[in-house]
């Protein structure tokens, strides 16, 4: 009851409250006049209406004093929420004018909301030091290194910027404020530091680094001791547990050299030289490699070519890996008797290439599927069906592909076989200009 009270007590003090308190004096007052010089029948018609009408007036002012309330909750609410964002908000006019700065803003750009608060900002500002790094964010030309993670002119926008001394890496996402109408009112950037994260990624991608280093030149010894005994004059014991170790060594090998591949390829230097090359004899000379493999595993590959050469620019080292990888991965978790179809086809419409390699497999579940190129991920029926295996492979297959400005993605039914497609561009200006540093989303 008394909660009950107090809330009608708040209703009332409310600022949309006041006509009605001008009113009821009014309505006493005609009230009064009434008694004194009408008759009585007209005294309860008189004061009827005046109720009727203060009635009406009470509950228009009530519902907008409600109204006002909620949206001024839902408006403290909203402030509260953009204040203690753990990423930067900043929303400007199409003046750039600074409409919203909030805390993380202040940290990021070691500026002050009242200094950046409806400020009008132009290029001319980043010569001042203060607004420099702001300023960049706001006009991106200015910034010394920016890679744009979505299409030009495709909003939200995503971009990441890096900047040095102080070293400063941002991953900034922009977005349209439109009102109900579709007019332009500005827009928001979202701003979150990665400073950290990516200083974080380096320290582990250097330990990693190291410790392989350390590891494959001792592996490489190892691996060349067991094929020497595999030429010497042994027992078929002997022979038997050479080749074992041969084995051994060169997976223990291919996951430190896997794992050298990624810390290089997380920090943005694993180093690509690009040429230009057919990418229907290169996949051949990539197949004559891995054919003794698949014939003792028992598995029929086919190449199917198209009509003309096809040129691209590529890696050749770097591309070749990727292209290895998918292939040796569709041998290996096939049926018996199984087979492989790889298939080289002009995009219709598109200026790209696209590659597929087809298997008649154990499939992948569909709920894997959207998992396969992050690291160290193997699916539970791969892990049954082949035991060995790191779960880089596709990692790095990914990162290759991407940095040559293509797409991979894979299709799949259990039991029944995956199909891997991967696309690259005929033309080297569709290739990102700069390596990236490279995180899992």
């Not at 690009?274 to 086919?302: C, H, M, R, W």
């Amino acid at each position: 009851m008394n909660r009950i009270i107090q809330q009608i007590k708040l209703y009332l003090s409310l600022p949309e409250m006041r006509l009605f308190w001008y009113f009821l004096p009014f309505i006493l007052i005609i009230a009064i006049i009434d008694v004194f010089y009408l008759p009585a029948v007209w005294i309860l018609i008189s004061l009827g209406i005046l109720i009727i009408l203060a009635s009406i007036i009470f509950i228009n002012n009530l519902r907008s004093a409600t109204l006002n309330l909620e949206i001024k909750i839902e408006r403290n609410q909203l402030k509260s929420i953009i204040t203690n964002l753990l990423d930067g908000i900043i929303a400007y006019d199409e003046n750039f004018r600074i409409l919203i700065f909030n805390k993380e803003s202040e940290q990021i750009f070691n500026l002050k909301s009242e200094e950046a608060l409806s400020q009008i900002f132009t290029p001319d500002l980043a010569k001042e030091p203060k607004f420099f790094l702001i300023s960049q964010v706001l006009f991106p030309s200015l910034a010394p290194v920016v890679i744009r993670r979505t299409e030009g002119g495709i909003y939200p926008q995503v971009i990441d910027m890096s900047f040095s001394n102080p070293k400063v890496d941002l991953r900034v996402t922009t977005d349209k404020i439109i009102d109900s109408n579709g007019r332009l009112l500005g827009f928001v950037k979202i701003v979150h530091d990665r400073t950290r994260e990516l200083g974080i990624l380096k320290s582990k991608s250097e330990f990693i680094e190291v410790a392989a280093h350390q590891l494959r030149t001792p592996l490489t010894s190892i691996n060349w001791i067991f094929e020497e005994l595999l030429n010497e004059n042994l027992t078929e014991g002997q022979k038997e547990m050479a080749a074992m170790g041969k084995v051994a060594t060169s997976t223990v090998l291919k996951t430190v050299n896997d794992l050298l591949d990624v810390s290089q390829i997380e920090e943005g230097r694993y180093g690509y030289k690009f040429q230009n090359i057919d990418i229907t004899s290169f996949t051949e000379g990539i197949l004559d490699d891995i054919l003794p493999t698949a014939k003792q595993a028992g598995i029929k590959v086919y190449l199917k070519k198209p009509e003309l050469p096809i040129n691209i620019s590529a890696d050749p080292q770097k591309l070749s890996i990727a292209v290895s990888n998918l292939i040796v991965n569709a041998i290996k978790y096939n049926t018996e008797n199984g087979e492989v179809i790889v298939e080289i086809k002009k995009v219709e419409d598109k200026p790209y290439v696209q590659i597929s390699v087809k298997d008649t497999g154990i499939g992948i579940p569909s709920d894997d599927i959207k998992n396969l190129f992050t690291k160290f991920f193997r699916a539970d029926n791969a892990q049954k069906s082949v035991t060995d295996g790191t779960g880089l492979g596709l990692y790095i297959t990914k990162n290759v592909i991407n940095r040559h400005g293509g797409e991979i993605w894979a299709e799949s039914q259990m039991n029944r076989g995956t199909t891997f497609y991967f696309t690259l561009p005929l033309d080297p200006n569709l290739m990102p200009q700069v390596e990236s540093v490279f995180l899992e989303e």
